[in-house]
Every structure is written in C-alpha cells, then in structure tokens.
C-alpha cells in the first residue's frame, strides 16, 4: 500500500521552476519531522529539504539554499517543495518521507516511511 504520494515532477530547462507535492494523508500516526529527498542512480539519498513539525523548522540542503522552499499544510496534509532558478545538477528522482520518532532531519535513516518518488529532469 503506498501510504505517500508525489506529484509534479517534470522535465524543464534550466533557470526554471516545479512544484512538487506529497499527500501525507495516508499517515495515521504522529509525525516528528518530514523531508524531501533526491537519488541519483549510484549515489545515497541526499537531504534537500527537510521540516520539523513541532516548530516548523526547516532545514535545507546546501546546494538548493536560496532556490528551493519545503511548506507544509497540515489542513490538506501535504508537503510541497518549491522550486526555482532549476539546474542540470538537480536532476534525479525526489522522494518524500516522513519519521514518527526523533531524529536528525537530515539523515535518511531517521524516516521510516517513504513515497515512490517522482523523477526531475533539467536541461541546459
């Protein structure tokens, strides 16, 4: 059962934006921190994005600083990655997850749930 969903990838030639979404409503339990990851075949899931539910913190990784935002609405549950000014280097699939217990946002081995992801591809 897939218990989270991405949506908005795309293919966009650099300089431009997307928006991804991931619906968490699938979620019954309590989430202690959410997080948008990106793979690239041969490579570990890198952190980019990453938000802390009891305060909203939000953590990013450093090569999307400035360009990428992470926003969640708990109303609709769920949690969107903005993202502007794209480059060839941000290409790869991004993956939502989402932890139950505490941890440190930006190790993947904190989440215990994760969507199928959605693939980005940017051209120069």
């Known amino acids: 059962q897939v218990r989270l969903q991405e949506t908005g990838g795309g293919s966009v030639e650099a300089g431009g934006s997307l928006r991804l979404s991931c619906d968490t409503s699938?979620?019954?339990?309590?989430?202690?921190?959410l997080g948008w990851f990106r793979q690239v075949p041969g490579n570990d899931r890198e952190p980019v994005a990453t938000?802390?539910?009891?305060?909203?913190?939000?953590q990013y990784g450093t090569s999307v600083k400035g360009r990428f935002s992470i926003s969640r609405d708990s109303a609709k549950s769920t949690l969107d990655l903005q993202m502007n000014n794209l480059k060839p280097e941000d290409t790869g699939k991004y993956l939502c997850?989402?932890?139950?217990?505490?941890?440190?946002?930006?190790?993947?081995?904190?989440?215990?749930?994760w969507g199928q992801g959605t693939q980005v591809t940017v051209s120069s």
């Open positions: 997850a989402t932890a139950r217990w505490a941890g440190n946002p930006l190790n993947r081995r904190s989440y215990d749930t």
């Open positions: 699938r979620i019954t339990t309590p989430i202690n921190h």
């Open positions: 938000f802390y539910t009891s305060n909203s913190n939000k």
